[in-house]
């Protein structure tokens, strides 16, 4: 479970500390922005595995751009409203636009660390998944490599088993030369 | 997510074997991606080329840390597949232990293993349960159990013991998990007794190991899969000069030390597979 690094946009400077003091005492990598825009470069500089955003600010850049231009970036990165209640309507819109989730204002800290608590939950199972996947794969591959090695071997001692059992049936020679020989076929394979 | 062009893919999959060991097949140009990307961006880098030069430049080696981080596979369970523990059980350490166990009653038996690719921790744990559950009176033995890793990640992990219920819930049956940990919100943490039998520490399986010391039990279980098969050779050349004359290796149940290492041979107790120097 590795630290998550989460970016808080927000244009209400008190609800900013809140939530960068509150998120880092819980080991989180927390980045701020107070708008948009300061938003958007931060996230074509760095990648987050998540972004927390008030989905309504003033100027043109919304939560619901936030939410946007994020999918566009990283699509792997989750994004969280954070919603007046008499917007719940809109983040639920957002929601089908790919926000993971929303919470409504006053936000309660103790159900938002659950929420992006699951979120790395989730992050974790992915990436466990995919390391599932190729060590499958690698594994499957050295398997074969080694069945294909094995057989080979296999087949060389069957001829060196062969071969050894034609010297010593042969009667017509005598029994120290056919040991002797068999021993270096041995000896040699 | 950036995109990596095919002389990036070559330049970079060398240099992750020149500091890993590992090497992945360049026709995983997705995995470079997937894996990549993000400490790319992280480190304010927009092509893998960019990349690879600043990594190779760092002093610090911070970038070269992170590259490993991402590309290590930390995927390991608790217990995985049963046979080496049985064996462990009921064979190795009953032999070993007689054979160890000084002639006066005042000196200690001495055991050293190493779990060679330690990952997040559980191989390692595993065998401490196992030592725990099989040895009742542990004060008449002296028992250093060493897990290593490339990743920091991983060893962080590993000496922190906490796991989430995904990652402890296969594998680990439930009268082994209350007895060995204690739930602490949604993930459970390995109890004092098992973790203080165990230590953590980061390295490179490309360099000598003799600084590690002998020993009498080698895992290495899964990790030469991703190296070439020049790699894997020195690898367990390395590894049958770190371990004592009756030592014993235990590999992957899926690879086979044939054509790789001839110092060792295999030998067998029931369905499991063990090596020994020959």
């Known amino acids: 479970m590795e630290s998550l690094s989460i970016l808080v946009v927000d244009d209400d400077p008190v609800m900013r500390r809140l939530l960068h003091q509150r998120l880092k005492t819980e080991n989180y990598t927390v980045t701020v922005a107070e708008d948009g825009h300061k938003a958007a470069q931060l996230l074509k500089q760095h990648r987050f595995d998540v972004v927390l955003t008030d989905l309504v600010m003033p100027g043109d850049m919304g939560g619901i751009e936030v939410l946007e231009l994020t999918k566009e970036l990283s699509p792997t990165t989750e994004v969280v409203l954070i919603t007046a209640h008499s917007s719940v309507d809109s983040a639920v819109a957002a929601m089908k636009k790919g926000a993971a989730d929303y919470l409504e204002k006053p936000i309660n800290f103790d159900e938002l660390l659950l929420r992006i608590e699951k979120i790395a939950n989730v992050k974790t199972i992915l990436r466990n998944a995919h390391d599932i996947e190729e060590a499958m794969d690698v594994t499957e591959h050295r398997a074969a490599e080694t069945i294909q090695t094995l057989e080979i071997e296999i087949i060389k001692l069957r001829n060196t088993v062969s071969a050894v059992e034609l010297i010593l049936r042969d009667t017509s020679r005598d029994e120290d030369t056919r040991v002797t020989e068999s021993l270096n076929i041995i000896e040699q394979s | ?278």
């Not at chain 2, 390692?124 to 030592?131: D, E, F, K, N």
């Not at chain 2, 995904?166 to 594998?171: A, D, H, L, T, V």
């Not at chain 2, 060995?180 to 360099?207: C, H, P």
């Not at chain 2, 070439?228 to 149940?253: C, E, H, W």
């Open chain 2, 1 to 278: 997510m950036i995109k990596i062009s095919p002389d990036e893919l070559k330049a970079i999959a060398l240099y992750i074997r020149d500091i890993s060991g590992i090497y992945l097949d360049q026709s995983k140009s997705y995995l470079f991606e997937t894996r990549l990307s993000s400490v790319a961006e992280g480190a304010g880098c927009s092509s893998y080329r960019e990349l690879h030069q600043k990594a190779k430049q760092d002093p610090s080696k911070k970038l070269e840390r992170e590259i490993i981080d991402a590309i290590t596979t930390n995927e390991t369970l608790f217990f995985r597949d049963k046979g080496p523990f049985e064996l462990l059980q009921h064979k190795i350490l009953p032999e070993l232990i007689d054979a160890r166990t000084p002639k006066s009653p005042m000196l200690k038996t001495n055991l050293k293993i190493w779990s060679a690719a330690s990952s997040t921790g559980q191989e390692l744990y595993s065998i401490a349960i196992v030592i725990k559950e099989l040895i009742r009176d542990l004060s008449k033995y002296n028992i250093s159990l060493l897990g290593t890793d490339i990743s920091d990640n991983a060893i962080a992990q590993a000496s922190y013991g906490k796991y989430n219920k995904f990652e402890i819930e296969r594998g680990l049956e439930r009268a082994v998990l209350q007895k060995y940990f204690t739930l602490f919100g949604d993930s459970w943490k390995i109890k004092d007794e098992i973790r203080a039998m165990v230590k953590f520490r980061k390295f490179n399986l490309m360099q000598p190991l003799s600084s590690l010391g002998k020993f009498d039990i080698i895992f290495c279980r899964n990790v030469a899969i991703y190296f070439t098969l020049q790699d894997r050779t020195k690898l367990f050349n390395k590894i049958a000069d770190s371990l004592v004359d009756d030592g014993y290796l235990i590999i992957g149940s899926t690879e086979s030390l044939t054509g790789v290492c001839p110092r060792f041979i295999p030998k067998r107790h029931l369905r499991s597979i063990f090596y020994q120097k020959s």
